[in-house]
């Protein structure tokens, strides 16, 4: 005999389409223009980062897809789903109305979260808490927001950019964030050492923070820290890669095919950094616990 719950672990198939096939159809139906949408703001360079995200929340409450399935009935009535769910159109309602991007995105979020809270309870939401918090890093930020933080990080990038190439001998001077160097003229744009590309290298750390879970909280604590510098770093390495791919192989190559290969540079810069500091931190990590061991041994 099958046994059922309300989860739907072990239900009849049957009783899972009727339990879940109206909810999909009636998510699928209200958010699939709001990805159609985005499909349009995800080809821009600074939300490029978009579907990333989206696949990898996708990914990190499908893996925990068990963990939820073997919480216990929910009991009562889950006002605080409800309440979510009410936010969640409400934030959809008037960003789709309004055309205002970020409040479609909050909607999208409010909405899933308050259906796996309705669902499964307030445990399920502590196991994928992460999830939700990492699709922030999809809703578009205020332009005025966006245009005080974006400049003074701009004129830092390409203050240490200047200084690095001209330290190595390049013939680079600096006027703002104007870059020339040789005969070109470079500027750094918004998408090369913005607020947005900052946070699309956070959310990258994050997530590796997330994955990896060290059990050393020395560990985490230094790499959540030192994961805004690097961004930085990694966002000097990209336009310095653009600046020398201009001086050697002129405006067209950086402005072309290459420029989009800088992007991938800027993202593996940042990945390579991240995981030489993890390596580096485990390996404080284990001197120091090869050393208290030894105190502990020799004490004994």
């Not at 578009?140 to 927001?145: D, F, M, S």
């Not at 001209?166 to 913005?194: E, N, T």
């Not at 990590?285 to 041994?297: A, D, I, Q």
Request: net charge positive; aromatic share 12%.
């Amino acid at each position: 005999m099958t046994q059922t719950n309300k989860t739907g672990l072990g239900m009849p198939s049957r009783q899972v389409l009727l339990d879940w096939v109206p909810i999909a159809l009636g998510f699928l139906w209200l958010f699939i223009p709001t990805v159609v949408t985005f499909s349009d703001v995800w080809m821009h360079e600074d939300q490029a980062h978009g579907p990333i995200i989206l696949a990898l929340s996708s990914w990190l409450i499908y893996r925990r897809r068990d963990e939820i399935a073997a919480l216990p009935p929910v009991t009562g009535f889950p006002v605080l789903g409800w309440v979510m769910f009410v936010a969640g159109m409400l934030f959809y309602i008037v960003g789709r109305s309004q055309e205002v991007l970020a409040g479609e995105m909050l909607g999208f979020i409010f909405t899933l979260a308050s259906l796996i809270l309705i669902k499964f309870g307030l445990r399920a939401i502590r196991i994928v808490w992460f999830a939700f918090f990492f699709m922030l890093f999809m809703v578009p930020l205020p332009g005025t927001l966006v245009a005080m933080l974006t400049m003074p990080m701009k004129m830092a990038v390409s203050y240490v950019t200047e200084h690095l190439l001209f330290w190595v001998g390049y013939p680079i001077a600096r006027s703002g964030v104007i870059l020339q160097i040789g005969q070109y003229q470079l500027l750094v744009a918004d998408a090369c050492a913005g607020l947005q590309t900052l946070l699309a290298l956070e959310s990258l750390g994050l997530f590796y923070l997330n994955v990896v879970q060290h059990t050393s909280a020395f560990r985490n604590v230094v790499l959540a820290l030192l994961i805004v510098p690097i961004s930085f770093t990694a966002n000097v390495l990209r336009v310095m890669s653009l600046t020398l791919i201009t001086y050697y192989f002129g405006d067209a190559a950086g402005q072309g095919f290459l420029h989009g290969f800088a992007g991938m540079v800027l993202f593996v810069s940042a990945l390579v950094l991240i995981l030489s500091l993890d390596t580096f931190l485990q390996w404080l990590v284990r001197r120091r616990e090869n050393k208290l061991g030894v105190v502990v041994k020799g004490g004994v």
